[in-house]
């Protein structure tokens, strides 16, 4: 919470008077808020204690950890602060990593520059006002400040029915900018530019993949236990949502390994897809931790209520209210400050169905006993044959078929809707290199998809929520790592299986079963059917015609067991609505 930020930047050093004034008041008013940094053309406030300063040429909030080290930085040198400035925020990228924005000026040419770390989850909102530019980690002290008047754009609200783990930088309040992670806005003579500074392309390159599986293993491991370290460093003791699967239990193995204090928590549904407590059982008892289970109680959830009330994405879904709740109480029991989850895992650790990596195989090795190995361990794991798996990896690697394709939901939505959806534009991730490998391209997807992880968090939450497998390092280094070698046996994720071999028991390393939420899920739509079906036939949504209604309520009226998956998209519906109508009602 204290890494909250607001900032203007005047268009030029005599203008803005009006509303720089404003400004210093509106900061006075608020209680804990500092102006903790000031220039003719810059002012910055926080609530975080003693922010990293740059030489009097700008300032960085939030987290910032030195690549290779457990402990957060606190302070920075003239030299390496002289860098950080001359290179206008670059050098931060190539050294350093965390959940920070740097705010950088150039005492000469009166540019400001304003880099946004790559993965990191500390938000940094961009919307113009009175000619100046505003930037802040949240909507809150934008509205507090008086520098925005929020507004839904509805269009926006289309493209994110249609992709909802896919983000570009426009949000869906009108107006309101975000800038994604590893770009740096450049503001000068009164516009704003955005120049790319970190691409997942640098690392899935042909040319920096790391050949040797035992390498590759070593690597993982190091460089993970190096970023849960440091993530751990400044929070004291952590709760970790541990479902007994290998992402977060893996996460547990480096917190354990470091004797870094932590408690875990795994929840449980009635049904026994949602009930991996023997997993989770084993995983604390092998590292000598405590473990609390919690059942979720379908009776608190409220549909109406959006847990991204205070977001400009309705990113937030209806069943993680108990996840939320049970977490925030057992912290609140055992003292943790934090909670970290194995969120990302699967994406950053290659978890593909594809054939993908054996036509990378193909493309590198030729079509021999390697590549025949990859396809004959693709087709156990999809499961689906050898002649099909080897089969479309032809196809991907000779006769063009598309690396990827564009992963959309366009069922129950309006025309009006499916037209907006369809302008949307490509994601600069997914704008393949000439000479990209199919199933690496898949890779960096995942990685595209796992942003939406980093920024569906609130910085107003006192409990700071952490993903820690999606540090700039550790992608990096998996993103090094030839997509073939994550597949063996039938089994995905092998590397980081290989590498946590020792720290965790064997039926945690040889899992093939993932538990899933989907029974408390179909509970919630249950239980809630009618109010549902209130909720979205008086709704936002229907007002401004983003649903196709009729077919919507045929789900709902549809008096069967819950089945197929239409209620999931019915469900989706409700968390964007609840979150419209907390935008769209009486401030």
């Not at 193909?362 to 050898?386: C, K, W």
């Not at 945690?508 to 549902?532: C, L, M, N, W, Y």
């Not at 909720?535 to 015609?545: R, W």
Request: a negative charge; glycine letters at 8%.
């Amino acid at each position: 919470m204290r890494r909250r930020f607001v900032a203007l930047v005047r268009t030029a050093v005599d203008a803005n008077t009006g509303l720089s004034a404003r400004f210093a008041e509106c900061v006075r008013e608020i209680d804990g808020l500092e102006l903790a940094f000031e220039n003719d053309r810059v002012s910055v406030a926080t609530f975080q204690d003693n922010p990293i300063q740059l030489n009097g040429n700008g300032i960085i909030l939030g987290s910032l950890f030195l690549r290779g080290r457990t402990r957060a930085i606190d302070a920075m040198g003239p030299s390496e602060a002289g860098r950080i400035a001359a290179t206008r925020g670059g050098e931060l990228i190539e050294r350093y990593w965390g959940p920070y924005v740097a705010i950088v000026c150039d005492p000469e040419g009166g540019r400001v520059d304003v880099v946004r770390a790559p993965l990191g989850e500390l938000p940094c909102y961009v919307a113009e006002t009175d000619g100046a530019t505003v930037i802040a980690s949240d909507v809150d002290l934008l509205l507090r400040c008086e520098l925005y008047i929020p507004e839904i754009a509805w269009d926006e609200i289309a493209r994110h029915l249609a992709a909802r783990d896919l983000r570009g930088p426009r949000t869906c309040l009108a107006g309101l900018l975000e800038l994604p992670g590893g770009q740096r806005l450049v503001i000068a003579g009164g516009e704003g530019t955005v120049e790319p500074l970190w691409s997942p392309w640098t690392f899935a390159e042909r040319s920096s993949q790391i050949e040797d599986a035992n390498e590759a293993a070593q690597r993982l491991h190091k460089v993970a236990l190096e970023c849960v370290a440091a993530r751990a460093s400044l929070l004291g003791p952590v709760l970790l949502m541990l479902s007994g699967g290998l992402d977060s239990s893996i996460v547990a193995a480096c917190l354990a390994r470091q004797e870094l204090p932590f408690h875990c928590l795994t929840l449980v549904t009635e049904d026994a897809i949602g009930d991996e407590r023997d997993y989770a059982r084993q995983v604390s008892q092998s590292l000598g931790t405590s473990l609390t289970e919690a059942y979720r109680d379908v009776s608190r959830i409220d549909i109406e209520y959006s847990g991204a009330r205070h977001l400009p994405r309705p990113t937030v879904r209806a069943f993680v209210q108990e996840s939320t709740r049970l977490a925030t109480e057992t912290a609140q029991a055992t003292g943790s400050s934090a909670i970290f989850n194995g969120g990302g895992g699967d994406n950053v650790f290659c978890s593909l169905q594809s054939a993908g990596p054996a036509a990378d195989r193909l493309l590198t090795a030729g079509p021999g006993r390697s590549f025949l190995r990859t396809a004959r361990d693709i087709s156990e794991l999809a499961p689906a044959s050898l002649w099909a798996v080897v089969s479309d990896a032809a196809k991907r690697a000779w006769l063009g078929k598309p690396a990827i394709r564009q992963v959309r939901d366009l069922s129950f939505l309006s025309p009006r809707a499916l037209a907006a959806a369809e302008a949307d534009e490509a994601h600069p991730w997914l704008m393949l290199p000439r000479d990209a490998l199919p199933g690496k391209a898949m890779h960096v997807r995942l990685i595209v998809f796992a942003q939406s992880f980093v920024e569906g968090f609130d910085p107003r939450d006192a409990l700071p929520t952490v993903s820690p497998l999606l540090a700039q390092p550790l992608v990096e280094t998996c993103l090094a790592i030839p997509s073939w070698l994550w597949f063996e046996d039938g089994r995905n994720r092998v590397v980081a299986r290989r590498a946590f071999a020792r720290d965790l028991p064997a039926e945690i390393i040889q899992r093939r079963s993932k538990g899933t939420p989907d029974s408390f899920v179909a509970q919630i739509f249950e239980t809630h059917r009618a109010a549902i079906r209130r909720m979205l036939v008086d709704g936002e949504l229907a007002k401004h015609d983003m649903v196709d209604l009729a077919a919507v309520l045929d789900v709902l009226d549809d008096r069967r067991p819950v089945h197929g998956d239409a209620f999931r998209r019915v469900l989706q519906f409700v968390d964007v609505e609840a979150w419209a109508r907390k935008w769209t009602s009486p401030r």
